[in-house]
């Protein structure tokens, strides 16, 4: 698979729920970053976890990073209709500049 | 809150001809970045500017594509012949530091579609 590939890649869920997609990457890393886009829209920061971290929280959000297996998850707890989105990972490796995106997780929230 | 901001936010055109796509990017903001998604697909990046000049760039940023900032405040992308597989959206980005994966602030993007 390439650098930041997501599974899975559409989820469906019921307000409420909880929604879980994972993100799997290649090379070494400085930190993972996860990303939101609405429909046509920008692309908006969540979460950035460096690579010395295993878990980070913010609000309903929690992400882990697993080195050992390049892989990072993004839970998004108690979910709402306003969260449905393309979730991405991004990867910044040292020494470069660019992010590398995945690519993507369509969530889709049911009222 | 400070945000990047594009235009045009769709802009037409048709085979061939010129285009430039403006950003102001957040004000105390150093480094800038243009990335672009086809329709479906990845975001992909294509350059980073830094000190007025290019940091990074990858494949795709071949010599029909150009950069500048022209004065204190806009950062353009030009494509000086635009292709068909030009289409799609284009996303300015800045950030407050450079290498290493740092946080990115991104524009709401221009859609590019080119006839």
């Known amino acids: 698979s390439q650098q930041g590939e997501e599974d899975p890649q559409a989820l469906s869920i019921q307000e409420g729920e909880n929604a879980t997609m994972n993100c799997s990457y290649k090379?070494?890393?400085?930190?993972l970053q996860w990303y939101r886009q609405n429909s046509g829209r920008g692309l908006v920061h969540l979460i950035l976890?460096?690579?010395?971290?295993r878990e980070k929280h913010s609000g309903r959000l929690r992400v882990t990073l697993d080195t050992s297996k390049k892989s990072s998850s993004l839970l998004i707890t108690a979910s709402r209709a306003a969260d449905t989105a393309s979730y991405f990972c991004?990867?910044?490796?040292?020494?470069?500049?660019?992010?590398?995106f995945g690519s993507g997780t369509r969530l889709l929230v049911r009222p | 809150e400070p945000e990047v901001t594009q235009t045009p936010s769709h802009q037409v055109t048709q085979m061939g001809q010129e285009v430039i796509l403006r950003c102001v990017p957040i004000?105390?903001?150093?480094?800038f970045y243009w990335y672009r998604q086809i329709l479906g697909q990845k975001v992909e990046f294509l350059v980073s500017?830094?000190?007025?000049?290019?940091?990074?760039k990858s494949e795709i940023f071949d010599d029909q594509f150009s950069v500048e900032r022209p004065d204190g405040s806009n950062f353009t992308l030009k494509i000086r012949s635009t292709k068909l597989e030009d289409s799609a959206m284009y996303f300015c980005?800045?950030?407050?530091?450079?290498?290493?994966?740092?946080?990115?602030?991104f524009g709401a993007g221009t859609r590019l579609s080119v006839l």
């Open positions: 976890i460096r690579s010395n971290e």
């Open positions: 090379t070494s890393i400085n930190n």
């Open positions: 500017f830094y000190n007025n000049e290019i940091s990074e």
């Open positions: 980005a800045s950030s407050e530091e450079g290498a290493g994966g740092n946080i990115q602030y």
């Open positions: 991004a990867t910044g490796v040292d020494s470069s500049y660019k992010l590398i």
């Open positions: 004000s105390n903001h150093l480094y």
